[in-house]
């Protein structure tokens, strides 16, 4: 088994949106980068909130420069060798292949972060990151608060016109505050479409 001089983990940073996520790991990022790490971002291209695609930015407006890319694939083939720290905003968007990749960069030394929702509108498992979640050496689950009752929030509320969008819409929907709503297990609306139908009645 080959080993190399330096240790490498995996780390991932889950939650709802609006819990600090792309905040957590744009501070990770920095701290890297005052140690003299070096260090690469990546995101997925389906994220243009908050300023476009070629930077991490939180709700808040922190931001730091970030490579989008399409595929999982496509990180491995932009992994400088020399980067000790790679990071990764959005990682619900991207392939299942992701988990190989991330594997393969810890196993060779490097310091993995992700980020990204691990569960979708509907609060079901989000793309690859149970698989990630899985194979953490740390993981931490933000929540964010209820806009509804102010509990902690562990569920993404989507909204259409301002209603609860149905159990059939898209996974994947792109969107900030105008779409998108924290909201607790108890305030978490999903009505099937023929529910959704009637309410709009």
Not at 16 to 21: A, T
Not at 86 to 95: P, S, V
Not at 115 to 122: E, I, K, L, Q, V
Not at 133 to 156: Q, S, T
Request: net charge neutral; glycine share 8%.
């Amino acid at each position: 088994m080959h080993h190399t001089t330096r240790p490498g983990w995996i780390e991932v940073i889950a939650g709802v949106m609006f819990s600090g996520k792309s905040e957590e790991l744009i501070r990770r990022v920095r701290r890297s980068v005052i140690a003299k790490k070096k260090v690469q971002v990546f995101k997925s291209h389906l994220d243009d909130r908050y300023g476009g695609v070629y930077q991490v930015s939180s709700h808040d407006g922190a931001a730091v420069e970030a490579r989008p890319v399409d595929s999982s694939i496509e990180i491995m083939r932009l992994v400088r060798p020399q980067s000790e720290v790679i990071a990764i905003d959005e990682a619900q968007f991207l392939d299942e292949g992701v988990v190989d990749v991330v594997t393969t960069l810890a196993t060779r030394g490097v310091r993995v972060i992700l980020a990204g929702t691990d569960t979708d509108f509907r609060g079901e498992p989000f793309g690859a990151m149970p698989q990630l979640l899985a194979i953490a050496a740390i993981m931490d689950k933000l929540h964010a608060i209820c806009v509804v009752c102010g509990d902690p929030a562990c569920r993404n509320q989507r909204l259409i016109n301002g209603r609860p969008a149905s159990y059939e819409s898209p996974t994947i929907m792109v969107g900030g505050s105008e779409a998108y709503e924290a909201r607790c297990r108890h305030c978490h609306s999903v009505p099937k479409a023929d529910e959704a139908q009637v309410r709009l009645l």
